[in-house]
């Protein structure tokens, strides 16, 4: 926290010439505290403290200049903060706490990797799985087929007995496909469903 000003070239002249009056009547100690601010080489610090009883000086005896006048080419004075050094235990902890953190996270990225799986890499028996997979999909998908073609032939055939006209007949031979279409793929949905294990 700041309790210094680092004063400019502004303050350092108007206070010069105001300790080289004779008539300023400064108290001793003031002036002893701005004679050893201005003597100190390098950057010249005053503190609050200093010039508050400064500016107290300057009001009471009516000098032509204030305090912040003096203070307008100044800057605060920060002083450098110091770190204090690391206790080793804590920093210890703290290694060890990164380390089982990384080491969960590897875990849980890692969590649906099968070493067994991935060691084997592709026997015949990963092959003869994906073929009855294979199988199975491409089963349904020819059993869905042919049982709407047979719907709509059959709509088709068993419609000549209710309409003349052939349009008519494709019509309703279309409407009946789609509702058994609309059936099997709902019953094939549920049962798909229930093999990955869902509700």
Request: proline share 5%; charged share 25%.
């Amino acid at each position: 926290m700041a309790s210094a000003f680092t004063v400019g070239d502004k303050f350092r002249n108007k206070v010069t010439q105001l300790l080289r009056r004779t008539d300023s009547c400064l108290p001793q100690r003031l002036r002893e505290e701005l004679e050893d601010a201005l003597a100190k080489p390098g950057p010249t610090t005053l503190s609050f403290r200093t010039a508050r009883t400064l500016k107290r000086h300057l009001q009471d005896k009516g000098h032509p200049f204030f305090l912040h006048e003096l203070l307008e080419d100044s800057t605060l004075h920060l002083p450098e903060v110091v770190k204090p050094p690391r206790n080793p235990v804590l920093v210890a902890r703290l290694e060890r706490i990164k380390a089982r953190l990384a080491n969960e996270e590897y875990s849980r990225i890692t969590r649906n990797v099968n070493t067994q799986e991935v060691s084997r890499g592709g026997t015949l028996a990963d092959f003869g799985r994906e073929v009855r997979s294979v199988k199975a999909v491409v089963a349904t998908v020819f059993n869905f087929l042919v049982t709407v073609v047979a719907a709509f032939a059959c709509s088709y055939m068993g419609s000549q007995y209710l309409f003349t006209d052939t349009g008519a007949r494709v019509i309703a031979a279309v409407i009946a496909a789609s509702v058994v279409g609309l059936a099997e793929l709902y019953v094939l949905v549920r049962t798909m469903e229930g093999e990955l294990g869902e509700p």
